[in-house]
């Protein structure tokens, strides 16, 4: 049996969690979708609330998935202890709250999700991912198996999707905010994209007030980020995956727009 599964790229501010509380089920029904993992690591801008993660999980999210932003809000860790729906790099130290690997299940069978945390340029103090991916897949038995590699290189995630390609149904890549061109299916049977793109408002840059980002570049002092104004949009990629032998047959980028 083939289903599809949807992927969501980083919603941010309150521009995304609106966009995808209006069109997240609408879409689902529609494409008929029987997973859906959502990167919801920038709903407050920068990190991520439990209202906003409850927000997001009302939507119509099955797991939300994080990245270098997590411990940004101090009061999501006893959430990341609680709600077994939300899960932070598992390449982050054992000893931090949550999990980054879960096995959820679903009427299709089970569906395993694997949040990673790329290092190039993130400066995060975490494991090396790949090692960290290959001890946590070494006695996988669920067939479907999705990885959300959080990296600002194109090339960590390029080269974690090849690392994993017919371990695993599907690698994304999320964090740079800008969907990317490259959705393929690898050689051995597993779906990839570099980016997903975002969710958040569609005149922006990256979700953020264009004149801040300018001045920035110019040399302003650092200020809090503002999201800026205007209409959503959000996007993603639909994999289709065969429940039989978890391999993915398509992959399709979407992208809707307020």
């Known amino acids: 049996m083939i289903i599809d599964i949807l992927a969501i790229g980083d919603v941010v501010g309150q521009t995304g969690l609106a966009f995808l509380k209006e069109r997240l089920k ?53 959430y990341l202890d609680e709600k077994a729906r939300i899960l932070r790099p598992a390449n982050y130290a054992p000893q931090c709250p949550g999990r980054g690997d879960a096995t959820y299940a679903t009427p299709y069978g089970p569906i395993r999700v694997i949040n990673l945390l790329g290092k190039f340029t993130l400066d995060a103090n975490t494991d090396n991912p790949f090692p960290v991916a290959d001890s946590l897949l070494a006695d996988n038995q669920t067939r479907i198996v999705l990885v959300d590699m959080h990296a600002e290189a194109t090339s960590e995630r390029l080269a974690m999707g090849w690392f994993l390609d017919g371990r695993v ?44 980002s300018v001045r920035k570049f110019l040399g302003d002092p650092p200020r809090r980020y503002e999201q800026a104004k205007g209409p959503g949009k959000m996007e993603g990629a639909v994999f289709s995956v065969d429940t039989e032998t978890g391999e993915c047959t398509a992959v399709e980028p979407i992208r809707l727009q307020g």
Do not use: C, Y
Not at 192 to 207: E, K, Q
């Open 26 to 78: 609408p879409f689902q029904k529609e494409r008929g979708i029987a997973f859906t993992v959502v990167n919801g690591e920038n709903a407050n801008v920068v990190g991520i609330t439990p209202a906003q993660a409850d927000a997001i999980l009302e939507a119509g999210a099955d797991v939300i998935t994080l990245g270098n932003h997590t411990w940004t809000r101090w009061e999501l860790q006893p």
């Open 169 to 212: 149904s599907a690698v994304w890549g999320t964090h740079t905010h800008v969907q990317t061109s490259d959705s393929q299916i690898l050689p051995r049977g597993t779906g990839f994209i570099s980016d997903l793109g975002m969710t958040g408002p569609a005149r922006s840059v990256l979700g953020i007030s264009p004149e801040q």
